[in-house]
């Protein structure tokens, strides 16, 4: 089966459609343009600490026309809103997409292992059996998320998979030996305006990007939050594992503001079909 084909599967079993409840209710603080549509070039809204506030409904920038093909070949339309392949970051499929074939930095463990996740990628992958997206990967995907930003934590809460997340900017350091967990543990500070994300303590089950590029228990991940105006923000996120790679790859990309919307809630386990449907369109 064509890794394209076996991509859309598991999306169409994760997405929900790409319009959010609520839509068009006005935000307040929202600044508006003459003719009373928001601004999205005004300044960034700063928080009760003086820092830049990140609150909002937040989605991945559409890549350019035409750059998934030439980058993974024909993909086709989706069926649905949400799973069009080519609305989502090349990330999204190869966190190495960057690297000339052959030139990667894994190791020969995770050259391997993602060998054998290849072997059947929708069965093998997390996110056919409703486990979580992993870090950075949930990033890439064209489902929005959302920011809440509070004086000691900034919490995250991401429509792709309804999982939520917490980063600690009370002054904490991270756990010294955490139970594993799917999108480990996260402490921030701000560097001016630019947040600082540390994230460690991950368990060994999920994958890097949806092709099955592995990683271990040792996954470290530094994001870097900057936003510049009110409808644009700018990450850095800088992937190291001792275990799987031979150096630290970092990758920059950036998400838009939807204004005056929210998110859909998801719950995968309802009416879960993928085991059923995956391995019968696998064979």
């Known amino acids: 089966m064509r890794v394209q084909t076996a991509l859309r599967i598991i999306l169409a079993g994760a997405l929900a459609s790409a319009n959010a409840q609520w839509l068009n209710y006005p935000a307040p603080g929202t600044p508006l343009k003459q003719d009373g549509t928001p601004d999205l070039t005004a300044k960034a809204p700063r928080a009760s600490t003086g820092k830049p506030d990140?609150?909002?409904?937040?989605q991945i920038a559409p890549p350019e026309p035409g750059e998934i093909e030439r980058l993974y070949g024909?993909?086709?339309?989706?069926?649905?809103?949400?799973?069009?392949?080519?609305?989502?970051n090349k990330y999204f499929f190869n966190l190495f997409i960057d690297f000339k074939p052959g030139e990667e930095p894994l190791r020969s463990e995770a050259v391997a292992q993602t060998k054998k996740n290849l072997q059947n990628v929708v069965t093998n992958?997390?996110?056919?059996h409703c486990l979580p997206y992993g870090l950075p990967n949930r990033y890439f995907n064209a489902q929005p998320f959302k920011?809440?930003?509070?004086?000691?934590?900034?919490?995250?809460?991401?429509?792709l998979d309804g999982a939520f997340r917490q980063i600690h900017t009370d002054g904490r350091k991270l756990p010294v030996d955490p139970f594993p967990a799917w999108m480990g543990y996260s402490v921030g500070n701000w560097e001016g305006d630019t947040l600082v994300v540390d994230t460690a303590g991950f368990n060994d089950k999920g994958w890097l990007d949806v092709r099955g590029h592995p990683h271990s228990e040792a996954l470290r991940v530094q994001e870097r939050f900057h936003r510049g105006d009110f409808g644009h923000m700018d990450i850095e996120a800088t992937v190291a594992d001792p275990v799987m790679l031979t150096r630290p790859v970092t990758v920059k990309f950036k998400v838009l503001l939807i204004p005056n919307s929210d998110i859909l809630e998801t719950f995968c386990v309802e009416g879960e079909r993928d085991q059923a449907y995956t391995r019968g369109a696998a064979k």
Do not use: K
């Open 54 to 58: 990140l609150s909002g409904v937040w």
């Open 74 to 88: 024909p993909v086709g339309a989706g069926a649905v809103a949400g799973d069009d392949l080519r609305d989502q």
């Open 125 to 128: 992958s997390p996110v056919a």
């Open 147 to 159: 920011v809440f930003e509070m004086p000691e934590v900034i919490l995250m809460y991401f429509e």
